[in-house]
Each structure stands twice: as C-alpha cells, then as structure tokens.
C-alpha cells in the first residue's frame, strides 16, 4: 500500500486501535488516513498544525487526540474526530521540538534540539518534569515503564537514563565518538541497543550506563538511523542508505535484509498490533505501508 502525501514526511503513527494512520509533514500539516489491506486509502483530516515544519506525531488519550511537536517550539493536541485543535502549547520548549513518545495514558515525553527533554501530563496539559540532559538534539527516546525511566539519545553521542520517579538524571553515558541516533530497550530489560552515525550498534548493560558492554560494527557503513524492537532477541534497523534488516541481538548477527529503498534514507520504523511492518521514507514525498 502507498500513500502519496505530496509532502515531505517526517514522522508519523498509528492509531492504537483503528486503522488510522497519522503523517506529520515538512509543511507543517497533519494528515490522518484511513487504510485497509484491500482499498485505496482515505483522507480524513488535514490541519495546517504548525508554522513550521511538523517533526513528531504521537496518538494520545486511547487514540482520541493526536499530538504534534514543531521547530517553532510548539506542540499542539489535535481532537481525531474533528481536526479542531484541544489545546497548543506556544512556547513549549526553547529550541526545536525533535521527538515525542507515549509514556503512561496520561504522560508523553517531547525532546529538542538543545537537548531538553520534557514530559507532559496531558489531562492537566502541564508540564511535570524537566531535564536538561544533552548538549545537542535529542535523536530518540524510550521509556521503561516498570522501573518508570526515560531513556533519550542526543546528537552529543551520549545515552541519558532520566528518573522520573526521583525528576533527577540518573545516569548518563560517557562520549562515544558517534552521535547517538536511535534506542531502544531489548533482552527482557537487560540491554539498551543504540544506533549511531557510523552504523555501528552499541548495546549497554542496565544499570551499567557508562560505557558499552558490546558493539556491532558490521552492520553497516551507514548511519542506522532507527530501530524498531520485534522482540527480546531481534531488532529492525533502518539505515541511512534505505536498507532495511532483521538483527539477532546476542548473539549479534544479520538474519536476513527486509527491503531496499532506492537509497532513501529510512527515518522512522513504526510496526502495528497486526505485526506488519510500516515504514516512513522521510526523504521522499511518500511512506509506504
């Protein structure tokens, strides 16, 4: 399935539990399709969300808003039903507004590029811990829910664990010599997998944040630019060069290519509850399903 958005995208999302699909676009749009395996899909909504380019998009409240984040350093709650705007923070944060991940039913995180990370109870609409964690852009983040931290990646090449019980950060990684790209949290809560400019993969230890315990360098010669858990042993990387790969993660080793994409670097890797893969190509005007 594919989706012609007209625009460059560069982030995008699906609903919880419809199939919904929401694309945050170069423009500033927002835009919500309606898809299905067996026809073409719909547009439901287009809302000129921000002034400047729209970076983050994350479904919030069971699905029933989306949430939008900008380099105009707004972020906005957009109602799913309607397209009218619940509420815009205008001044949200100091610097460009880089990534926003779910973390409870109430609470999203939103990072910039001056590497602030902040989170956000969206009932209150208020915003309840600060972290000035990094000194450059906030790439990623990634949150574990039982021990209630938020892990962010930044452009300094450090790995940030933020406490969101203690609002203090907790530890943070030494330099690495690559700028630290994307994250997330594999081996039943044992490793934290990290991709970086040079496509190298390095894998800490919880608890053990200050320098890797493992890296994979033979991934690729491109920057793995996202990650996408499939389960405890297996990650999907999304390199800069449009490869997409299916990784064993200890032991470390390529399973198998998924798909090439004429070298279009790939952005975003989002997978669904059906366990079908979706992608966004950012550097072209369209993603694909």
């Not at 989706?3 to 419809?18: A, M, Q, R, W």
């Not at 729209?54 to 900008?70: D, L, P, Q």
């Not at 594999?186 to 890296?215: A, E, H, P």
Request: with cysteine; hydrophobic share 35%; glycine share 6%.
């Amino acid at each position: 399935m594919e989706i012609d958005l007209g625009k460059l995208p560069f982030d995008l999302d699906f609903h919880p539990s419809h199939q919904l699909v929401a694309a945050g676009l170069i423009s500033g749009d927002l835009l919500l399709y309606r898809y299905a395996a067996d026809s073409t899909p719909q547009r439901q909504l287009k809302v000129g969300a921000h002034t400047e380019s729209c970076r983050a998009v994350r479904f919030i409240n069971e699905g029933r808003a989306i949430v939008t984040g900008s380099p105009d350093c707004s972020i906005l709650a957009t109602d799913v039903e309607t397209g009218s705007a619940i509420a815009r923070l205008e001044n949200s944060h100091g610097a460009a507004v880089n990534r926003i991940v779910n973390l409870t039913e109430s609470t999203v995180a939103s990072g910039d590029d001056d590497g602030c990370v902040k989170v956000w109870d969206t009932r209150q609409r208020s915003c309840c811990n600060s972290f000035e964690a990094h000194e450059e852009y906030i790439s990623d983040m990634t949150f574990a829910s039982d021990s209630m931290k938020l892990l962010a990646t930044s452009g300094d090449g450090t790995l940030s664990v933020c406490n969101l019980r203690s609002n203090k950060i907790q530890t943070q990684s030494e330099f690495s010599e690559d700028e630290l790209l994307s994250v997330v949290i594999m081996k039943n809560g044992r490793k934290v997998i990290c991709g970086t400019q040079t496509g190298t993969l390095l894998l800490y230890s919880w608890g053990f944040f200050k320098d890797c315990s493992d890296r994979f360098v033979d991934l690729s010669p491109n920057s793995v630019d996202a990650l996408l858990k499939l389960d405890e042993d297996r990650v999907i990387t999304g390199s800069e060069n449009g490869l997409i790969s299916l990784v064993g993660i200890l032991p470390n080793r390529i399973i198998q290519p998924i798909a090439e994409h004429s070298e279009y670097p790939i952005e975003r890797l989002v997978m669904q509850t059906d366990r079908e893969l979706r992608l966004l190509l950012s550097s072209c005007s369209d993603f694909f399903l």
